[in-house]
Every structure is written in C-alpha cells, then in structure tokens.
C-alpha cells in the first residue's frame, strides 16, 4: 500500500534528521566497539524501522518497493551496521514469511519482526554452500509430524539476536538440486541449535554474523514456509530479487554521503596555494562519482517502480545490484584518493566507508552471481525466440 505523500515525506524527513543528527556522530565508536547501543536499537524500534517493509495489518509501514528504496538511499547515508540491526527484519528475515508463508505464519511472526520485538535472521549460506545456492547440505528428514535438521549455516548475520530464523533445508536428494530444498521457520533456543562464535570482519563493525549449527533440531512440519516441501529454493530466490534492490539502494545512499565527503574535503584541503577542489584531476573524481550515483539511482528507483507495477524484474534487481555495488565501490576509492594520506586514517569517514562498501559486492550474491544470472536470462530469452 502506498503512503500519502505527504506521510511519506513526513518518514524520509525523520530518516533522514535520524540518520544526521543521531547516527553519523556515534559512526566512529561504533566501528571501534563494535557495537550498536541498546538505546539507539530502541529508538530505531520506535521509529518503525524493523517494519518498513512489513504490510501495515501486521503491524508494520507496508511501504512500497519505490518508498522502500528512497528510504534506503536515506539509510545508506551512515554507516551500514546501523541498517544492519534491523535490514534482516526488513529484508531476507522476514520476506520469506510474507511472500510464500501461509496466513497462520504471517499472523505468529510478522507482528513482531515489525515492531522489533523478534529478530528474524536468514539461513542460507552454509560452508560448502555460498553462491551455489542450491546445493544446500543440510539436511531436513521427515520424522513423524516433524523434521530432524542436521548441518551448518555460516555468515548469519543478526543471529545471535534473531528470534526466528528462516533455513533453508534439503528434505529431496542432492540430485534435485534447488528442488530438494525447503524452506524452514526455525525458532531460537530450539534443543540442539546452537551459535558459533561472531566473526571478526573487514567492516560493518557493530553488525555481527556467526555459524548456526543444527544438531538433529526437531521442527513441526507446520513451520515450513508455505506449508509446501521442495519450494524452499524458489522462496530464497524471490526474497533475494527484493532484496538485491534494497541493497542497490543503500549502496547509492552510500554513494551521497562519499561524494559529499569528497566535496566537502574538496574545498577544505589546500595545496599548491588553493583548495583542491580547483584542481581539474580532482573534479574529473568528483564528477565520474555523481555521473555513476545518478545512473545508479535511477536505475534502482526504476525498478523498484516495475517491482510495485507486478513486473518481473530479476534480472534488472541483478543489475541494480551489480552496478550500484561495484560503482559504490569505485567512489569509495576516489574518495579516499581525494583525501589522500588522510583518507587512510580512521578519523576520516571514507577510511571506514572503504571498508564497509567492500562487503556489498560480496552479500545477497557477488557480482559474478549478478552478471551470471543476467547474462543467462538473457541467452534463454534468446533461445526461446
Ligand atoms: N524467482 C523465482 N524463481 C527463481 C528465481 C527467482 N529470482 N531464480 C531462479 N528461480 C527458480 C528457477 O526458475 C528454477 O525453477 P525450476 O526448478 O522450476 O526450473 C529454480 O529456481 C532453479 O533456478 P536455476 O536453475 O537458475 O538455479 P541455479 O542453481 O542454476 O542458479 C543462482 C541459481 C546461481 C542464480 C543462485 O544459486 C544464486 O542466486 N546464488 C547466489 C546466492 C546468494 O545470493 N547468496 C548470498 C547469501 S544469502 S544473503
């Protein structure tokens, strides 16, 4: 459902004072803890933020894949650990539920992944298991009215806090491939699942993954998204077209806040008897980032406008991902470059932004993932005639 416009603008304008006036000056000590205080998670409850995307009957903001992505770029203006905390329930923790769940899942979870109250995490990725998505090892056996699961998850971001998380499971054969796989609502402190310990990353301080390990975790045969066995592949894939946009479009708030930087340093460093910015090699850095910032928005807000309309759109979501991520990227670096020594001291915003903009070309599918599954769909279009 869209928002009134004038509610809506109301929303990006807290984002957007929130993000400014509370987030970015706590950016630096949350890289150096690691850690997001408990009181900014609350106020980030309170302002609706663990439910943007969840339907307003369940207690959330229901916005639209375009409303969605604008408030995005918003988020993406600060540090991405702070999206983090609650972009699993927004995202990957709660959208299987909401697009293939039956109505009893939707009523038991929704609620509260939209208030914040549970944290939803998202199980995919195993050891053996990253962008061969399909050929998910753990196993899921029938016993009775329940499933036995066996196995590892790797790189789980919020699971450590996560209430719920949504697993996918093999319950056909390995030869079945992505056929074989369903998809699981496996509550925290069931007997036998159990953390490992967090990772240490590059970046994103104060986001957290670990391994989740199930050691013959019985599960209801109700908890299976959708109550149907073998679709639990189909379902990651839907929840990652939606969310490949949602990451585009944090990588392009990303994109503002860099190019901001490089500007802003731009007129405040001299050299050579005047600022920088009147260098002609530096404004050719800041003009390549806002060309690649203004292709990338475009394209993310397009498509999430085709999104809304019922269009498919997986194979644009793909590169929507690919070009925003990558272009982000090549910002980062040329805001870093226009700091010079600067840049590669942690006092500096771009230090960090270097590093945190690393991991967007790595989650929700690399960039090799992208251009496989756009080039793909486009040879099968032009073997179908
Ligand atoms: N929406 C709906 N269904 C989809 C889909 C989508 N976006 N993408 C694929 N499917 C369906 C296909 O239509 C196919 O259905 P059938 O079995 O009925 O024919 C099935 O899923 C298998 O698809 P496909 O043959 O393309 O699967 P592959 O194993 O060849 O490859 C890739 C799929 C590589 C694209 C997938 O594994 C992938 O995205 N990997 C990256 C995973 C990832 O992003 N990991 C990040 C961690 S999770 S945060």
Do not use: W
């Amino acid at each position: 459902m869209t928002l009134d416009p004038e509610t809506f603008d109301q929303l990006l304008e807290t984002v957007r004072r929130f993000v400014r006036e509370r987030l970015i000056p706590l950016e630096q000590d949350v890289d150096a803890n690691d850690r997001i205080p408990d009181e900014v998670i609350n106020e980030m409850k309170d302002l609706g933020f663990f439910g943007l995307s969840i339907p307003a009957e369940y207690g959330g903001l229901g916005l639209t894949m375009s409303e969605e992505v604008r408030v995005g770029q918003e988020l993406g203006y600060t540090a991405p650990a702070f999206r983090s905390a609650f972009g699993t329930n927004v995202g990957i923790g709660s959208q299987g539920i909401l697009i293939d769940g039956t109505e009893a899942q939707k009523e038991k979870y929704l609620p509260k992944l939209a208030s914040g109250e549970m944290v939803g995490s998202f199980a995919l990725t195993e050891p053996d298991v990253g962008s061969d998505a399909a050929s998910v090892k753990t196993s899921a056996k029938r016993d009775g009215d329940h499933y036995i699961l066996n196995g590892t998850k790797r790189f789980i971001t919020n699971a450590a806090r996560a209430g719920v998380f949504t697993v996918m499971a093999r319950t056909g054969t390995t030869e079945e491939k992505g056929r074989g796989v369903s998809a699981f609502l496996v509550e925290a402190g069931s007997p036998g699942l159990e953390l490992g310990s967090p990772e240490k990353k590059m970046g994103q301080k104060g986001a957290h993954v670990c391994d989740v390990i199930f050691n013959d975790v019985a599960v209801h045969k109700d908890q299976i998204i959708g109550g149907v066995e073998g679709v639990g592949f189909k379902t990651a894939m839907k929840v990652l077209d939606r969310g490949r946009l949602h990451m585009s479009s944090i990588s392009m708030g990303m994109a503002k806040r860099l190019i901001d930087e490089q500007v802003n340093y731009s007129v405040e460093r001299k050299q050579f008897g005047q600022e920088i910015g009147e260098f002609q090699l530096i404004q050719a850095m800041i003009a390549d980032s806002q060309t690649e910032y203004l292709a990338g928005k475009s394209m993310v807000e397009a498509t999430a406008a085709r999104y809304d309309a019922g269009e498919k759109v997986s194979t644009d979501a793909s590169c929507c991902k690919l070009f925003c991520t990558e272009a982000v990227g090549r910002i980062a670096d040329r805001a870093v470059q226009i700091h010079g020594g600067a840049g590669y001291i942690s006092d500096y915003a771009v230090e960090r932004f270097y590093r945190d903009v690393r991991l967007l070309r790595l989650y929700e599918g690399t960039s090799q993932i992208q251009q496989l599954v756009i080039a793909r769909s486009l040879i099968r279009e032009a073997k179908a005639g």
